[in-house]
């Protein structure tokens, strides 16, 4: 009953740094784990929180190698004067 309230709190607090200023991303998940060593339903939430985290980290790099580089100012054929 300890880890259950003391989960929910974590969990409450963080929520509500969603509209105040702090970690809320880093607080909801702490509160999530903290409850996923009582309850089922938070093991498998956080079990689709860490799945979903690595696939989100997996297209980020991706997406990341995958950028083509820029063009700098000069070499864009609109700043260009025509001859």
Do not use: H, N
Request: glycine residues 6%; without cysteine; proline residues 10%.
């Amino acid at each position: 009953m300890i880890i259950g309230v003391l989960g929910l709190t974590v969990l409450a607090i963080g929520l509500a740094m969603i509209l105040l200023p702090g970690p809320a991303f880093l607080v909801i998940p702490a509160g999530i784990a903290i409850l996923a060593t009582e309850f089922v339903w938070a093991k498998t939430l956080l079990t689709r929180l860490k799945y979903r985290t690595a696939r989100a980290r997996v297209a980020a790099r991706r997406s990341w190698r995958r950028r083509p580089p820029t063009q700098s100012p000069t070499d864009s054929p609109i700043s260009q004067p025509e001859v």
